[in-house]
């Protein structure tokens, strides 16, 4: 009777559970090999184009500038995607992106979970240490579609390097 007790109470306590399901959407690798474009791009500024009340996600949307081909013949102008916070990419205005991209025109579009864009903002600072610039994931991924193979460094490193969050944490419930 006591444990029943303390599992109902936990329960009462507890308030409302919130979670989500991982998206399912390639690996950069495997997006990577798909890819008729790679290339580092530039967040220049972003903003919210199309702001929802009806429950959906806002969508986000700015200019970018193309820093640097690695493949193909990028022609995009600027990138969008929606503002989710369970597995939507967060992108930051100043930062810099490697991606692969199997779509064409002028807007990079992204979707909830997209592993194909990374953040290398490290790597394009001005003060760049040149071992990071080196040892980079630009390098290593200009060098692995050259013929190379990747380094164990950037194998470990690609799975934590996605750009989709995880979702808030729940405000505490009021107390009555």
């Not at 194909?116 to 990071?132: K, N």
């Amino acid at each position: 009777m006591k444990k029943f007790a303390t599992v109902l109470i936990a329960l009462v306590l507890s308030g409302h559970a919130y979670g989500c399901t991982d998206p399912t959407e390639p690996s950069f690798l495997a997006s990577l090999e798909n890819a008729d474009s790679v290339f580092v791009f530039r967040v220049t500024t972003l903003r919210m184009i199309d702001r929802r009340t009806d429950g959906h996600y806002n969508v986000i949307s700015g200019p970018i500038q193309l820093v640097k081909t690695i493949k193909g013949a990028p022609s995009f102008k600027r990138v969008a995607y929606q503002d989710i916070s369970c597995g939507g990419i967060q992108l930051i205005v100043g930062h810099y992106y490697l991606a692969s991209a199997k779509q064409n025109g002028s807007i990079l579009a992204f979707v909830r979970g997209d592993n194909s864009v990374l953040d290398v903002t490290e790597e394009f600072e001005p003060l760049a240490r040149p071992e990071i610039i080196r040892r980079g994931l630009t390098t290593s991924i200009t060098n692995y579609l050259a013929g190379k193979p990747l380094d164990k460094y950037t194998l470990r490193s690609l799975p934590f390097r996605n750009l989709y969050g995880a979702p808030p944490p729940q405000p505490p419930m009021p107390r009555d």
